[in-house]
């Protein structure tokens, strides 16, 4: 629905019209019911061909039709919420991760990234910092029961015993010696760049690690030998450049790539799929350095 304020200088309307008197427009997709209570609510509007739109007469027309929509979009939200309240109890989710609210659902997992991820994807979720949990209003039941397979799962995965128990398992194993070396290299913050294709320095740019602004590019050749696991394709021919985590606002003034990075590249402009994700890690990252702050 859009509502357009009209007055008597509007000299784009023809003559006869109402465009002469004080009051506003309003314009709205047609349904019997809608237009039934807004011809109850405003009994003096006329519709204007002209315009396309009804015309409200009177100088607070357009603070009464403000209050009118508002009023429509909380009677739409209520019966959206009486709906998805009425579809948990035909098709409840059972969870141990999942309660029910006054307002609809509150969500409380261990931390998974695949669970964050996803419920962001549902219309109108909302993180509570203060007790650590998730809260979902009943309108949006049918998008959470779809995800919650994912969400569920993910979060069985993560919960303490268990990630004690694949730690367990992995203890000692090839794969286990992998991952260290893997996290040694990643903490020594360098990346393997070829030497004629290299980053813009200071900038966000897509790497396998994630998106990293790059600092230095040192000119030190790499030792393929040495870490040839960590860096697929590296060659003689490449040097060692060295990287930061970005910052939010860096993030935000970054403007996203229209096109999906070649294959195998080794660097490339973050597509707004990637920003996102990132600077939702960027932002509560840099929140809990400020909760810490004295």
Known sequence: MTETKSSADEDATPPG?????PGADISFPYDRMTVEQFRRRFPRARWSDARKAWFVPGRTASRRIGRWLAEIEAEADAHADAKGRDAFAFDPIDSPYLELGKAGFRIRTPYSKTVVDELHEVPFSRWDGDLRIWHVPFRSYEELRRRWPDIEAAARRNEPEERRR????RKGSELDLRNKLRSAERKRHRYALQSDDLPPIGRPVATIYGIVVFTDISGELVDPDVVGDFYPGVAEDHVWGYWRVPTLEELVR???AKTLPVENAEWWLPTIEELRPARRTARSREAR???KTP
Do not use: C, I, Q, V
Request: hydrophobic share 20%; no cysteine; charged share 45%.
């Open 17 to 21: 019209e109402d465009g002469s008197k």
């Open 166 to 169: 694949r730690a367990e398992e």
């Open 289 to 291: 350095r400020y909760a």
């Open 254 to 256: 970054t403007w996203p």
